[in-house]
């Protein structure tokens, strides 16, 4: 069974290149990766923040966060 | 061809589970990952440093660099 990974992004600048990145380069015979924009998909948000992810862009894998960079705090989207 | 990558770490616990989380998590056929333990093999840090690597641990990738969470900065193995 895959594991699902869901990448947090934002969509500035930092967000975009790492999404582009990590949604990519994670095996794929291994995770289900899910990129969500919580820019535009507010309703997100929760799910996001019960993860753990403070800034984004972030990678959450089996339920642990995993900061990449920093884009934006996850507070300046609501 | 693959992608050369590189995992920068130094050993604390934030660095370790960064390691074994994304060495095995990069698709395989796409990337060559070579982790660097930057506390027992100091001679890489001049490496790490012009890949713009600040804080561990760090994935590098086509010499970009990705910070995740934050282990301990780089300074600090000097």
């Given at each position: 069974m895959k594991t699902e990974g869901h990448v947090f992004y934002a969509g500035c600048s930092v967000c975009v290149d790492a999404e582009q990145r990590f949604a990519t380069a994670l095996d794929p015979a291994a995770f289900d990766v899910e990129i969500v924009h919580l820019g535009t998909d507010e309703g997100r948000l929760p799910e996001a923040e019960a993860a753990g992810?403070?800034?984004?862009?972030a990678l959450v894998i089996d339920g642990q966060p995993h900061h990449i960079n920093f884009g934006a705090d996850i507070a300046a989207l609501r």
């Open positions: 992810v403070k800034p984004v862009p």
